[in-house]
């Protein structure tokens, strides 16, 4: 079953949208990253969703690995990479920067979510891994 058509993986992005949308229900558009960051982690974690917080990437360039770091926002249950924005609006370097990050990481799939947006759903993007796509993801 493609990732796209994945029961479980539709169910846990829907959770993570549902979690951003009630952070920006009760902050609203206008803070900080970070602000928004700390809030959605609360509720993923009171959905009782696995979270991981500033996940260090190793760097590898030219199978080497550098001093320097990637960092995850966050990860839901071993499978969804969120990237947390407050732009005034997404852009495709958006985009690719979280398609990066799943592939260097070997993520399935994320959800670029900016919340200074006045409405959240014009600020949510899922991106997929499509070197990732296979029918058995770790269950939610």
């Known amino acids: 079953m493609p990732l796209l058509d994945n029961p479980a993986v539709n169910a846990l992005t829907g959770q993570a949208i549902g979690c951003a ?5 009760q902050l609203g558009p206008g803070l900080l990253e970070s602000v ?3 809030c959605l982690v609360r509720e993923l974690r009171r959905a009782q969703l ?4 500033d996940q260090h990437l190793p760097l590898f360039y030219k199978g ?3 001093g320097s770091t990637l960092e995850l926002d966050i990860v839901v249950n071993g ?3 969120i990237e947390v924005k407050a732009v005034q609006a997404l852009a495709p370097i958006h985009e690719a920067q979280l398609l990066t990050y799943l592939k260097l990481a070997g993520y399935p799939i ?4 900016n919340f200074n947006v006045p409405l959240l ?16 993801v770790p269950p939610c």
């Open 36 to 38: 928004y960051a700390v």
């Open 79 to 81: 499978t969804l990479v």
């Open 21 to 25: 949308m009630e952070v920006h229900r």
């Open 121 to 136: 759903k014009d600020g949510v993007s899922r991106v997929i891994n499509k070197e990732k796509l296979r029918s058995s």
């Open 50 to 53: 696995h979270v991981l917080t």
């Open 64 to 66: 080497e690995q550098l």
């Open 110 to 113: 994320g959800l670029l979510i």
